[in-house]
Structures are given as structure tokens and as C-alpha cells.
């Protein structure tokens, strides 16, 4: 599992999506703020979309603290990168918690606080709305019709 994690890690500071892909099971669940419940396929579409969208000289990810038993992990992850949207400077702190099957990550949660997200990346609107729940349906639902457009495109 550790082997799994610093993969998914290292391959996401290298925006190498595809690898990132490897590290999840055919079934994975993940659940984050901004993009809400992903199954499957739509995951690995997310970060996929999420790597095209940066350049590694402005995409950052350290990885840290990661605690692993025998089908389960947690680990502190930054990522440090420029909001494509508004050009602002992000520096995202995220607790992660991996759940694993048959080596491969089954179920990933990423837990940050969109509010400061929200302010680091939309500046005074992100600093007014980010903490409600408005902004946060909005944003899922923005995410969801970014990532539906991502998928059409490549099929």
C-alpha cells in the first residue's frame, strides 16, 4: 500500500495522469469537496483533466505523515499550483483517507477547507461565498459539467 500511495503521489507532481489511473481499482470511489462523489472511470477522468489543465512549472505536490495498516491509509498532501480560472496562486493543504483492494486504492477521500481554497483561489468573492453551502453546490456543479465537457472531448 505505501509502494501505491507514493506512486499516486509522485506521479501527480509529475502531472503523469495515467499513472495516477494505475494506482485506482476499476471500482474506486472518490469523494472531495470541489468535485463531490466520483465512481470508477470519472475519478480517474478527474485528476486526468486536473494534470492537462497544469504545467509543472507552476504545479507542486508534497506528500507527508502517511500512516498505512493492512488495508487502509492516511496521508497530508499540499499541492501548490495556479488556479487556471482566475490565475491565483493556491497552496492546498488535504488530508487524505485510501481504503485498498486487491492492492489498488478502492476508495479515496481528500478533506480540505474550501473556504480557504475558496479565498486563495477566487480572491473576495471566494473569501464572501466560499464558506456556505451555495458555493458549494455550485461548485460541484460547476466541476461535474467541467468534467462531463473533459470526457466528450476525450473519448
Given at each position: ?113 474550501l473556504h480557504a481554497w475558496a479565498k486563495q ?35
Open positions: 500500500m505505501q509502494k501505491t500511495i507514493h506512486k499516486f503521489y509522485s506521479s501527480f507532481n509529475d502531472l503523469d495522469a495515467e499513472a495516477m489511473a494505475s494506482c485506482y481499482h476499476n471500482e474506486v470511489i472518490f469523494t472531495d469537496p470541489a468535485f463531490g462523489t466520483l465512481k470508477g472511470e470519472h475519478a480517474s477522468n478527474m485528476w486526468r483533466m486536473l494534470c492537462a489543465s497544469q504545467t509543472k512549472s507552476t504545479f507542486a505536490v508534497e506528500v507527508r505523515n502517511i500512516e498505512v495498516n493492512e488495508d487502509s491509509a492516511r496521508a497530508h498532501w499540499e499541492a501548490k499550483y495556479l488556479f487556471s480560472r482566475s490565475g491565483r496562486a493556491v497552496h492546498n493543504k488535504i488530508q487524505a483517507q485510501m481504503k485498498f483492494k486487491d492492492g489498488l486504492i478502492i476508495e479515496h477521500v481528500d478533506n480540505f477547507n483561489a477566487l480572491g473576495w468573492k471566494g473569501f464572501l461565498l466560499g464558506g456556505t453551502s451555495f458555493f458549494k453546490k455550485q461548485l460541484n456543479k460547476q466541476t461535474a459539467a467541467m468534467l462531463n465537457r473533459y470526457e466528450k472531448k476525450n473519448r
